[in-house]
Protein backbone atom coordinates (compact mmCIF):
# COMPACT_ATOMS: atom_id res chain seq x y z
CA UNK A 1 0.00 0.00 0.00
CA UNK A 2 0.83 3.67 -0.50
CA UNK A 3 0.02 6.96 1.27
CA UNK A 4 -0.23 10.25 -0.65
CA UNK A 5 -0.66 13.22 1.51
CA UNK A 6 -1.32 16.90 -0.13
CA UNK A 7 -0.07 19.88 1.40
CA UNK A 8 0.50 23.35 -0.05
CA UNK A 9 -2.85 24.62 -0.57
CA UNK A 10 -4.70 27.92 0.12
CA UNK A 11 -5.88 31.17 -0.79
CA UNK A 12 -3.84 33.28 -3.11
CA UNK A 13 -4.40 36.46 -5.70
CA UNK A 14 -5.05 36.52 -9.31
CA UNK A 15 -1.43 36.02 -10.18
CA UNK A 16 0.43 34.50 -7.57
CA UNK A 17 2.22 31.29 -6.78
CA UNK A 18 1.83 27.90 -4.73
CA UNK A 19 3.79 25.01 -4.76
CA UNK A 20 2.05 21.82 -3.53
CA UNK A 21 3.42 19.27 -1.92
CA UNK A 22 2.71 15.29 -2.17
CA UNK A 23 4.32 13.24 0.02
CA UNK A 24 4.34 9.20 -0.45
CA UNK A 25 5.08 6.77 2.27
CA UNK A 26 4.71 2.73 2.33
CA UNK A 27 5.57 0.97 -0.71
CA UNK A 28 6.79 3.56 -2.77
CA UNK A 29 8.92 1.05 -4.42
CA UNK A 30 6.34 0.03 -6.64
CA UNK A 31 5.55 3.48 -7.76
CA UNK A 32 6.91 4.58 -11.49
CA UNK A 33 4.86 7.70 -11.70
CA UNK A 34 2.91 10.44 -10.51
CA UNK A 35 0.20 12.98 -11.48
CA UNK A 36 -1.30 15.67 -10.36
CA UNK A 37 -5.05 16.51 -11.16
CA UNK A 38 -7.46 18.68 -10.26
CA UNK A 39 -11.67 19.01 -9.60
CA UNK A 40 -13.11 22.26 -9.59
CA UNK A 41 -16.71 22.09 -8.04
CA UNK A 42 -19.48 20.77 -10.33
CA UNK A 43 -16.93 19.85 -12.91
CA UNK A 44 -15.50 16.74 -13.73
CA UNK A 45 -11.69 15.38 -12.32
CA UNK A 46 -8.83 16.45 -15.07
CA UNK A 47 -4.99 15.83 -15.04
CA UNK A 48 -2.74 18.16 -14.70
CA UNK A 49 0.60 16.99 -15.26
CA UNK A 50 2.74 13.84 -14.77
CA UNK A 51 6.37 12.84 -14.16
CA UNK A 52 8.08 9.59 -13.98
CA UNK A 53 10.72 7.59 -12.33
CA UNK A 54 12.86 8.81 -15.39
CA UNK A 55 12.12 12.41 -14.84
CA UNK A 56 10.19 12.55 -17.78
CA UNK A 57 7.52 14.91 -17.24
CA UNK A 58 4.42 15.86 -19.33
CA UNK A 59 1.86 18.81 -18.94
CA UNK A 60 -1.94 19.04 -20.38
CA UNK A 61 -2.11 22.50 -22.19
CA UNK A 62 -3.92 24.72 -19.98
CA UNK A 63 -0.87 23.98 -17.16
CA UNK A 64 2.04 24.56 -19.93
CA UNK A 65 4.40 27.56 -19.20
CA UNK A 66 2.89 28.29 -15.91
CA UNK A 67 3.26 24.86 -13.67
CA UNK A 68 5.83 22.64 -13.51
CA UNK A 69 5.49 19.22 -12.05
CA UNK A 70 9.03 18.16 -9.79
CA UNK A 71 10.12 14.90 -7.46
CA UNK A 72 12.46 14.75 -4.92
CA UNK A 73 13.47 11.16 -4.36
CA UNK A 74 15.32 11.78 -0.96
CA UNK A 75 12.02 13.41 0.67
CA UNK A 76 9.60 11.24 -1.03
CA UNK A 77 7.64 14.10 -2.20
CA UNK A 78 6.87 15.10 -5.90
CA UNK A 79 5.72 19.55 -6.27
CA UNK A 80 3.61 21.24 -8.39
CA UNK A 81 4.81 24.81 -8.53
CA UNK A 82 2.22 27.03 -10.19
CA UNK A 83 2.57 30.32 -11.28
CA UNK A 84 0.38 33.08 -12.90
CA UNK A 85 -2.92 31.57 -10.86
CA UNK A 86 -6.38 32.50 -12.27
CA UNK A 87 -9.52 31.95 -10.73
CA UNK A 88 -10.18 29.21 -13.01
CA UNK A 89 -7.42 27.43 -11.29
CA UNK A 90 -9.75 27.13 -8.17
CA UNK A 91 -10.10 23.30 -7.57
CA UNK A 92 -8.83 20.86 -5.03
CA UNK A 93 -5.79 19.27 -6.42
CA UNK A 94 -5.07 15.68 -5.80
CA UNK A 95 -1.55 13.62 -6.00
CA UNK A 96 -2.23 10.43 -7.90
CA UNK A 97 0.96 7.50 -8.04
CA UNK A 98 1.18 3.91 -8.96
CA UNK A 99 2.83 1.70 -11.38
CA UNK A 100 2.25 2.86 -15.03
CA UNK A 101 2.50 0.48 -18.10
CA UNK A 102 1.53 2.25 -20.64
CA UNK A 103 1.32 5.97 -21.40
CA UNK A 104 0.06 8.26 -24.66
CA UNK A 105 -0.25 11.13 -23.22
CA UNK A 106 -2.63 12.12 -21.77
CA UNK A 107 -4.03 8.90 -21.62
CA UNK A 108 -1.98 6.91 -19.22
CA UNK A 109 -3.08 2.93 -17.93
CA UNK A 110 -1.84 2.23 -14.46
CA UNK A 111 -1.54 -1.31 -13.45
CA UNK A 112 -2.69 -0.36 -9.93
CA UNK A 113 -2.53 3.53 -8.40
CA UNK A 114 -3.28 5.73 -5.45
CA UNK A 115 -5.14 8.55 -4.58
CA UNK A 116 -4.33 11.44 -1.91
CA UNK A 117 -7.09 13.27 0.22
CA UNK A 118 -6.54 16.72 -2.03
CA UNK A 119 -5.64 19.98 -1.13
CA UNK A 120 -7.78 23.24 -2.29
CA UNK A 121 -6.05 25.59 -4.47
CA UNK A 122 -8.50 29.16 -4.21
CA UNK A 123 -7.32 31.49 -6.72
CA UNK A 124 -9.38 34.98 -5.69
CA UNK A 125 -8.86 39.13 -4.92
Known amino acids: QVQLVESGGGLVQPGGSLRLSCLAS????????VAWYRQAPGKQRELVAA???????NYVDFAKGRFTISRDNAKNRVYLQMNSLKPEDTAVYYC???????????????????WGQGTQVTVSS
Open 96 to 114: NAGHLYESNWPAMKWMYDY
Open 26 to 33: GSIFSINA
Open 51 to 57: ITNSGST
